[in-house]
């Protein structure tokens, strides 16, 4: 490990010679140190304090100016939300899908900002100030005990936080990153794992950063890690290959774009890969909510496409499309100018509502002919009353119109009178979304829980557009309201497991009792049941689809289907991956065609049949034997 640290100290020092580069508009960074650091369990312990009266306050809200919205939260048509799209009642499919649930790291601080990730064994959550810890993702149990996220760089960062915890499971390897800054000095820091150990080594880089990189976001996508933050209109993307083999000198290039009509706080999300990585060559679209109490805007979704070219000579170049619009149906994005703006039960004080921006992460998925990306932000239903809602989208891209977002799907999940705030979207491989989020309430009852909680919900992908048909499922109940400080979130963070139908969430709720409340964390993993997405538990044949094997191949064949046209038909294994799939025609309602199982072992699969860009979907069982 000497020779590693003296070698890596080497690259360093040779680092720091580099020079950032600018080129057809884009500027080249190349990072200012890299290590590899020793094995995280090598490192010494974090420790934790229980104590409110000892966790400070973030200073991130210093690099937010005042919103930009009309704070006389006008509640007429053009301002309010649409009723149509509001769901006012609970699901009521039930919801028994809960699997792992256990308590997370709270962290020194106020707001906690819990991120986590999910590999194919260890499940790993990062908090403010800022230790990060390695759990067993079936059990719960401690695989590490949490470390200081700063000790990973050399020399060690301080604990400025947002972190962000991803597991690309594209190359088997851990992502971790925090911004930080030092005088006038700005620093966004990144560590990739050098195995799929979470708890070993990790390659480290340090990037700066022309301005704080507040509410720094990444995602992964086939050329590169990309971020936004609050800094205005500017991208960031890391060169993700390099960095996968240690290079030492893996660049980022970084650009701007025109954000059109907004100001203070506000961070668009880039896509984040799950299912299978986009084709090299695919532009990278990111997004983001505009309300039209805007100057110029409407309510709806804006987005621009990024594309890198790494070898473009003599520096990469980043380019961005101009923005295109996507318009919803109108909703209330408003919040309080102070952030208060979620009621507590006992108390006047209120929590922030995390307004004004999509709530992480804008998970991409590539289907047969479509791709999409889901999004979610807050909404405001009432001033006096406080309450604010979830409002959600569906967003898909034709594979015959690439490039084009269009507006599949929305909803804003509205069930009660409590506050639903803080969410975070995904789907499984079946196409059902869940969607997990922070609740809260301005009183409590025996039968009644309204301390800020940890609740979740979902939908299957024939259900009826916008509707969350799956019963709320309350994970972790709040024991008591939180006082003194209204920071809350800002973030949470659902993933998918490797085997794409295991969602993993970790949020806050707020623990303690009475008004001595305050922030604690917890993870939980959900599945939305398989039983449920329109299976024929007995047998192989479900509204005139059938499927069975013969020879090497599974023949499938539908009758008498209520849609016409071009139909999508998959293939996936028992636990829904999707293994393949193609686009057939339909003669007279009616199609037959064939699946290769070539490299398929004995055991169960499922086949769907549906229409893109409707929510037609027929799925059935058949036994491959061999």
Same mark, same amino acid.
């Given at each position: ?168 499971? #594209?190359?088997?390897?851990? #992502? ?5 800054? @030092? ?35 990444? @995602? ?86 990024? $594309? ?177 400080? !209204? ?15 295991? #969602? ?44 069975? $094997?013969? !020879? ?38 009616? #199609?037959?065609?064939?699946?290769? $199982? ?29």
């Amino acid at each position: 490990m000497k020779k590693i640290l003296l070698l890596s100290g080497v690259f360093a020092a040779s680092i720091m010679n580099a020079q950032n580069t600018s080129n057809s508009g884009s500027e080249v960074l190349y990072p200012i140190d890299f290590h590899i650091s020793p094995p995280l369990t090598d490192m010494p312990d974090f420790e934790e304090t229980d104590n409110l009266y000892e966790k400070e306050e973030a200073k991130d809200r210093e690099h937010r100016p005042k919103p930009h919205f009309d704070f006389t939260e006008k509640d007429g048509p053009e301002y309010g939300n649409d009723p149509a799209s509001i769901q006012t009642s609970f699901g009521t499919v039930p919801n028994n899908g809960l699997k792992l649930s256990v308590a997370g790291q709270s962290g020194n601080g106020y707001p906690p900002d819990p991120s986590g990730a999910v590999g194919l064994t260890q499940y790993v959550q990062a908090v403010n100030a800022t230790p990060f810890k390695v759990y067993n993702k079936t059990t719960g149990a401690q695989i590490m005990a949490p470390k200081n996220i700063g000790t990973l760089w050399s020399p060690q960062t301080g604990n400025m936080g947002d972190p962000i915890v991803l597991y690309d499971k #594209f190359a088997d390897r851990w #992502f971790l990153a925090q911004f930080g800054q @030092s005088g006038s000095t700005n620093y966004v820091y990144i560590a990739i794992s050098t195995t799929n150990n979470a708890a070993g080594t990790y390659y480290t880089y340090t990037y700066t950063s022309a301005q704080f990189p507040d509410y720094l976001k990444f @995602s992964i996508w086939a050329d590169g890690y990309y971020m936004t933050s609050n800094q205005g209109g500017r991208l960031y993307v890391f060169e993700r290959t390099a960095m996968l083999a240690g290079t030492p000198t893996a660049r980022s290039v970084t650009s701007t774009f025109t954000v059109g009509g907004t100001s203070g706080f506000w961070c668009p999300l880039a896509a984040d890969a799950d299912g299978t990585l986009p084709p090299a060559g695919t532009a990278c679209p990111f997004f983001w909510m505009t309300d039209n109490s805007w100057s110029g805007n409407v309510d709806g979704v804006k987005y621009c496409k990024a $594309t890198v070219n790494w070898n473009a000579t003599p520096n990469p170049t980043l380019s961005i499309t101009p923005a295109a619009q996507i318009t919803t149906a109108a909703f209330n994005g408003t919040y309080n100018a102070s952030w208060n703006d979620v009621p507590q039960p006992g108390t006047t004080s209120m929590l922030d509502g995390i307004g004004g921006v999509a709530t992480y992460r804008a998970q991409y998925r590539r289907w047969t002919g479509y791709n999409t990306v889901l999004l979610n932000w807050g909404v405001l239903i009432s001033a006096t009353p406080r309450q604010r809602a979830i409002k959600w989208v569906e967003l898909r891209e034709l594979t015959t119109n690439p490039g084009v977002w269009t507006l599949f799907q929305e909803g804003t999940y509205q069930p009660d009178t409590k506050t639903r705030w803080c969410g975070s979207i995904a789907m499984d491989d079946n196409g059902s979304i869940g969607l997990a989020y922070a609740r809260s309430a301005s009183t409590t009852s025996a039968t009644d829980i309204g301390y800020p909680s940890l609740c979740y919900t979902g939908r299957k992908a024939t259900d009826p557009a916008g509707t969350m048909t799956f019963a709320e499922t309350l994970v972790k109940a709040g024991t008591g309201s939180q006082t003194g400080v !209204n920071r809350f979130g800002d973030y949470s963070h659902t993933s998918m497991d490797p085997d794409g139908v295991t #969602f993993y969430h970790t949020s806050e709720y707020i623990g303690g009792t009475g008004t001595s409340g305050g922030p604690r964390t917890w993870i939980f993993s959900y599945q939305l049941p398989l039983t449920s997405v329109g299976v024929d538990e007995a047998g192989n044949q479900v509204n005139n689809v059938s499927a069975y $094997t013969s !020879n090497n191949e599974i023949a499938v064949k539908a009758s008498n289907l209520n849609v016409d046209g071009e139909v999508v038909v998959d293939l996936f294994d028992a636990s829904g991956k999707q293994l393949s799939g193609k686009q057939v025609m339909l003669a007279g309602n009616s #199609f037959e065609t064939s699946l290769s $199982t070539d490299n398929l072992p004995t055991g169960m699969y499922l086949v769907r049949v549906g229409k893109v860009n409707t929510s037609f979907q027929r799925v059935v069982k058949v036994s491959v034997n061999k």
